[in-house]
């Protein structure tokens, strides 16, 4: 078998929006530069994602200088979005914490609102005090993240998914196979490995920069809806429950946490540390 590198590196400036593949990412202590920045909330100041709205796959933000955005969506006329002045903040909840966000224009509510049918603000995240820490029992103090679900970045391999596509064409539903690694919203995706490896791994160089690989990703509902067309189906969760379930959590990927920072670019070797 080759050696391990990096084959593709994903960002998603706005959460659960459409992916943005990218040839290199500048690695930050709480992910990569321009990952999860920005993200929607409803009226009560909580996080909104896939989970409640299915449609936000198909909207995308791809990321300007200086950190706005532009989005579009399909037979929509796009809009440029700047970084919001932070003076005007809320504390918004996002998965049982609270994270103080600036609001952006209006003109970003109503292009969201129009074609998911909610009323939904965006917001940014700017100012690296106000990031949440990691969660304890797995980070070290003063180890933080942006607006990703627990962790600073997400690995995926390609062999794995080679392997769970195999097991989901054996299954009850053939008929969605194979799945696309976008269903898993990866950072970085590692080809070369055998599959399933990076359940070993502890720590990992990507390039010159070190991550410590500290828990398995628990996958949910949005891995069962189709990044292009919105709809959802049973894979993969049908097919991890029954060979990927640790208790309740059923599992695909893992979560890391920079020990250092860096660039890291698609074609960089990934060496196993321990």
């Not at 917001?123 to 942006?146: I, K, N, Q, Y």
């Not at 053939?174 to 359940?199: I, K, Q, S």
């Not at 189906?233 to 990927?253: C, I, N, Q, V, Y």
């Amino acid at each position: 078998m080759s050696s391990p590198v990096l084959g593709a590196v994903y960002i998603h400036p706005v959460k659960s929006l459409a992916a943005c593949a990218a040839e290199q990412a500048v690695v930050e202590p709480w992910g990569l530069g321009g990952d999860r920045r920005w993200m929607l909330i409803d009226t009560d100041d909580r996080v909104v994602t896939q989970r409640q709205q299915p449609r936000m796959a198909q909207l995308s933000a791809d990321p300007l200088p200086g950190g706005g955005l532009a989005l579009s969506a399909p037979g929509s006329p796009s809009l440029t979005v700047e970084v919001p002045d932070p003076v005007r903040t809320v504390a918004a909840e996002l998965h049982r914490s609270r994270v103080e966000v600036a609001v952006a224009a209006g003109a970003a509510h109503a292009w969201f609102g129009a074609r998911l049918g909610a009323e939904v603000r965006l917001v940014h995240l700017d100012a690296p005090s106000h990031r949440r820490p990691v969660d304890p029992e797995f980070g070290r103090p003063g180890e933080t993240v942006s607006l990703a679900d627990e962790f600073p970045l997400l690995l995926t391999t390609r062999s794995s998914l080679d392997a769970l596509n195999s097991l989901v064409a054996q299954g009850d539903h053939p008929e969605e196979g194979p799945l696309p690694m976008n269903r898993f919203r990866p950072n970085v995706v590692v080809e070369g490995t055998a599959p399933w490896a990076e359940d070993g791994w502890r720590r990992i160089a990507i390039g010159e920069v070190a991550f410590r690989v500290v828990k398995p990703c628990g996958r949910c509902v949005v891995t069962t809806t189709d990044q292009r067309t919105a709809e959802r189906g049973k894979e993969p969760l049908r097919t991890l429950a029954r060979h990927r379930r640790d208790g309740r959590h059923l599992l695909f990927g893992q979560n890391m946490i920079p020990e250092g920072s860096g660039t890291i670019r698609a074609g960089d070797p990934v060496r196993v540390l321990g």
